[in-house]
C-alpha cells in the first residue's frame, strides 16, 4: 500500500473531489482491523502506537505536525504488511 506524504495542512484543507492521505489511511486501518467496532478499536491502537497522544476524539488539528508524523509512521508501516500484530509492533518500534 503507498500513500502520499500527510503534511499539517492536510488537516484544514479541502479539496473537492479528493479523499485526503490520513482519511485513506484511517480507512485502511479500519480495514485491516476487521471493519466496524474491531476495526475502530485496532485504529485507534494504531494511532496511539505510532505517537498520537491525544483523545480518540480530539480533531487532528489539535497538533497538525504530530498528526502528519503520525499517519506517516503509519503509512510506512503499512507499506510492509497488513497484519494486525505486526502492524502494532512495527508502529511500536518506528516511535
Sequence with gaps: ???????????SAFVP?????YI????TLSDVGGGG??????????????GWKYDPLTGYTKDPELAADVFNRISA?????AV???VLQGLKAAR
Aim: hydrophobic content about 40%; aromatic content about 8%; charged content about 30%.
Design 1 to 11: 500500500m503507498g500513500f502520499e506524504q500527510v503534511k499539517p495542512g492536510d488537516f
Design 17 to 21: 473531489g479528493s479523499v485526503a492521505t
Design 24 to 27: 485513506q489511511i484511517e480507512q
Design 37 to 50: 467496532k474491531e476495526g475502530a478499536t485496532f485504529k485507534r491502537k494504531a494511532l496511539q502506537a505510532a
Design 77 to 81: 508501516v503499512l507499506a510492509k504488511t
Design 84 to 86: 494486525v500484530k505486526e
